[in-house]
């Protein structure tokens, strides 16, 4: 299995930023997707921002332009880079990564935005 651990989370103000980190160890093989989910409070889970082995990046409409995903294939982690953060985007965040028909999740970790 993969192991999925999560760090960089935690209180910050409006318009601040976080960088949020999440390294992969275990059976890793060939992963294929990386990303970052969220669950608001009383909200369903949304995709973040996803980035494939070859680069290609996807982000939720909400963040565009305000967050940054990347991923460092060698050492098998994936970072969001969080700037002007808003009060709406407080959640529970978590990483996950796809690997042949498995897919992959973190513990979760809080981000919290407020004054």
């Known amino acids: 299995q993969v192991q999925l651990v999560e760090s960089g989370g935690g209180l910050v103000q409006p318009g601040g930023s976080l960088r949020l980190s999440c390294a992969a160890s275990?059976?890793?093989?060939?992963?294929?997707?990386m990303g970052w989910y969220r669950r608001a409070p009383g909200k369903q889970r949304e995709l973040v921002a996803a980035i494939t082995s070859g680069g290609s990046t996807n982000y939720a409409d909400s963040v565009k332009g305000r967050f940054t995903i990347s991923r460092d294939n060698a050492k098998n982690m994936v970072y969001l880079q969080m700037n002007t953060l808003k009060p709406e985007d407080t959640a529970v965040y978590y990483c996950s990564v796809t690997q042949s028909m498995y897919a992959y999740w973190g513990q979760g970790t809080q981000v919290t935005v407020s004054s």
């Open positions: 275990g059976s890793i093989f060939s992963i294929n997707t």
